[in-house]
């Protein structure tokens, strides 16, 4: 029964666990859920709810005064948060990833996950981060259960046919230009490596593909419009080549991580 019990957790099948707390850390339910949010009380992940504010948050594309914004304007407008939020928590340690979200639930909008490469490194960013504001408004910041983001990013809007739009409930993540990853993750040693999906692919053609996926971007972005869903123009291509999001090497499988937040409910069993 125990083995059972195991081999379905955090799964569809778990009707005690929550599928979507543990695959992306967030869930459109809430406190209300049915099912157990099992949080964390040590992660390389932390969650920042909410954070990123995209200038067109009520429609996409359109100001608070209704005007039509540049998509240009809205891109460096992102790249500048990304930059103030990456460089202010690289001073605790080597961050793996960065991901913003672009959905428009709102369990999902302007959400940030940051990989640090260690758990330490990761608990004094969060213990820095208490009663911190960014641009006037309180940071909510928490472990995150995600370690691995392939099990959270949503692959039909990575191969441009997601019909569920800003509204899903996988990881929409919003796209950096090739120059400001450079910047950022190219201090590390090994980032060129360790952020492709295959180590056979060359440092041009991963280039290339980036370049790629950075020009569908763009183009998806101007697509949105009302409710979130956009335009699908091309179809839906297959993707080719590295992914658009940036990889680490997979630190635990499922396996692991639901024996690690097993050890964390009976940690906190024995605290009560």
């Keep these: 029964m125990a083995e059972h019990l195991a081999s379905i957790f955090g799964t569809e099948k778990d009707r005690v666990n929550c599928p979507f707390y543990f695959k992306i850390g967030a869930c459109r339910h809430g406190d209300r859920c049915s099912r157990l949010h099992n949080r964390p009380t040590i992660s390389p992940t932390l969650l920042l709810s909410n954070t990123y504010h995209r200038p067109d948050m009520i429609t996409p594309g359109v100001d608070a005064q209704g005007q039509p914004l540049d998509p240009r304007k809205i891109q460096e407008h992102f790249e500048d948060f990304y930059e103030d939020i990456f460089e202010e928590l690289s001073k605790f340690g080597e961050i793996e990833n960065l991901n913003v979200c672009d959905n428009l639930a709102d369990h999902m909008i302007g959400n940030v996950y940051v990989q640090f490469k260690e758990e330490d490194q990761a608990a004094a960013a969060l213990q820095s981060l208490q009663g911190r504001f960014y641009s006037g408004r309180p940071i909510i910041a928490d472990f995150s259960p995600v370690t691995d983001f392939r099990e959270a990013t949503c692959r039909q809007y990575e191969e441009n046919n997601c019909n569920r739009?800003?509204?899903?409930?996988?990881?929409?993540?919003?796209?950096?230009?090739?120059?400001?990853?450079?910047?950022?993750?190219?201090?590390?040693?090994?980032?060129?490596?360790?952020?492709?999906?295959?180590?056979?692919?060359?440092?041009?053609?991963?280039?290339?593909?980036?370049?790629?996926?950075?020009?569908?971007?763009?183009?998806?972005?101007?697509?949105?419009?009302?409710?979130?869903?956009?335009?699908?123009?091309?179809?839906?291509?297959?993707?080719?080549?590295?992914?658009?999001?940036?990889?680490?090497?997979?630190?635990?499988?499922?396996?692991?991580?639901?024996?690690?937040?097993?050890?964390?409910?009976?940690?906190?069993?024995?605290?009560?």
């Design 165 to 272: 739009g800003g509204y899903c409930n996988f990881m929409h993540v919003k796209l950096i230009g090739r120059d400001l990853r450079r910047k950022l993750f190219g201090r590390y040693r090994g980032y060129r490596v360790s952020r492709s999906r295959s180590r056979s692919v060359s440092p041009r053609r991963r280039d290339r593909d980036y370049d790629r996926r950075e020009r569908d971007y763009r183009d998806r972005d101007r697509d949105y419009r009302g409710n979130g869903r956009r335009n699908d123009r091309d179809g839906g291509r297959k993707r080719h080549g590295s992914p658009r999001r940036s990889r680490s090497p997979v630190r635990e499988g499922s396996e692991e991580r639901r024996a690690r937040i097993e050890q964390w409910n009976r940690e906190r069993e024995e605290k009560q």
